[in-house]
Each structure stands twice: as C-alpha cells, then as structure tokens.
C-alpha cells in the first residue's frame, strides 16, 4: 500500500490495488502532474511514500501520460527487463553455467580470429544483458486499443521489481465501465498499487477519491455502476 498526499489534502490518501483521484480543479490538476514529473522524493509539494512512511524515489515511479505513445521495449524498461531476467538466470545455477560456458566457447574463438587480423584488436566479456540485447529480447506488443495497451503496460510493470508505483494520468475517460472493473480486478490480482490520475469521473471502479471545485475531498466507495 502507498499512500499520496499534496496541498489542499488534511490526511494522505491511500492507494491499494486500483486507487481513483479526480482532482476537479485544472490548474490542480495541472500543479500535481506538473510535480510528478519534478518527484525526487525529497520533502516538497508532493509527497508519496509507504505504508512505514518511507518516500518512494523517482526510479520507482513509472508515470503514464500517453498510453499509446508509451514504447514498452524503450532503453529504459528494457533494461529493468533484462536486470530482472539475468536474476532470474542466476537462481538456476545449472542453466547460468551452461550459458556461460557457450558465451566463453564463442569469445575463444573470435579472440583466436583477432589475432591474425592486420590491426591490433581487443575484446570485452559478453554481459548477460548484451546477449539480450543481441538476440532481440523485448516485450511482444499485440495491443491494439488504448485499453490493451494498458493492460500491456500493467502486465510489463508486474515485472519490474523495481518500480513501486504505476500511474496513469487522464486514461480513464477513454475506458469503458466495464474495462476499468477488468483491470481493477487484475491489478487486485497481481496487488500491484496502481494510481489513476483523471480530471473528470469515470465509472466501473470501487475506490475514488474526488477533490472537487470547492476543494472538498470526497471519498467514493463501494460498487461503482458498471454499465457501458
């Protein structure tokens, strides 16, 4: 459980699981995004932090602006890729050797190679993220609405155990009531702690904080209704 707090609150608001903030006022509205992207987890206009009341730092953030402009094969997610996939490499100890036999057989023989060649070559270890890299690895993209694309990205963010907090801003007037129940429930699933940030309401989500015009904090809970 995380929980986010910033001017005009009283108290933090918990997000467990899909957590909704409506923040009725633009230039609010604006002000939180705007700090977002400025995060650095030190103490300032926003805060987030667990539940021991540790900040969360900006690497554990992954803010969500542009669903469809999101590339889930970037440098960036790719390598957290790639970190988590040589962890898990290393926790089969047989599987790590073997691998690492066949890429030292590989550098031998290109070594050999560059020793007859007419100018003076030399050569790095091969590093299990180059051989990632080399052979392609990278997130199979099949999405084809804004709601896949979520659903991807979420599915890409359950395995990068570095980040703590995902966040999506103004997503969810483009999902119907029942998507947003779909994905509710899969990240209740996965307990990933999951943020949707929206200047209007949507429907088909059972945990909604709404900061309205007038700067009253409205707490929605229950079940929301679900027709499209």
């Known amino acids: 459980m995380m929980k986010l707090n910033f001017e005009f609150l ?13 923040l009725e006022d633009k230039r609010i509205f604006a002000k939180v995004i705007q700090e977002l992207y400025r995060y ?15 900040s969360l730092k900006s690497a554990e953030l992954m803010i969500i602006t542009d669903v469809l402009g999101f590339d889930v094969n970037s440098a960036s997610v790719l390598k957290l890729i790639y970190q988590d996939l040589e962890l898990q490499i290393s926790e089969k100890p047989e599987v790590k050797t073997e691998i690492e036999n066949l890429l030292q057989e590989v550098t031998n023989l290109v070594n050999a190679e560059l020793l007859d060649f007419e100018i003076d070559l030399e050569s790095d270890e091969i590093t299990f ?19 896949e694309r979520m659903e991807e990205i979420i599915e890409v963010f359950k395995y990068l155990s570095k980040k703590k907090l995902l966040i999506f801003v103004n997503c969810g007037s483009y999902l119907t009531a029942k998507e947003v129940n779909y ?17 209007t309401r949507f429907d088909g989500i059972s945990k909604r904080f709404v900061l309205d015009g007038d700067l009253i904090l409205l707490e929605e809970s229950g079940k929301i209704k679900t027709k499209d």
């Open 10 to 22: 009283d108290e933090p608001l918990e997000i467990n699981g899909l957590t909704s903030v409506i």
């Open 40 to 54: 650095t987890g030190e103490v300032d206009y926003l805060k987030l932090f667990d539940e021991s009341y540790k």
């Open 129 to 147: 993220p180059e051989v990632f890299k080399v052979l392609g690895v990278q997130v199979e993209i099949k999405s084809d609405t804004i709601f």
């Open 183 to 199: 994905l509710q429930e899969y990240i209740g699933l996965h307990e990933i702690s999951c943020l949707m940030l929206d200047n």
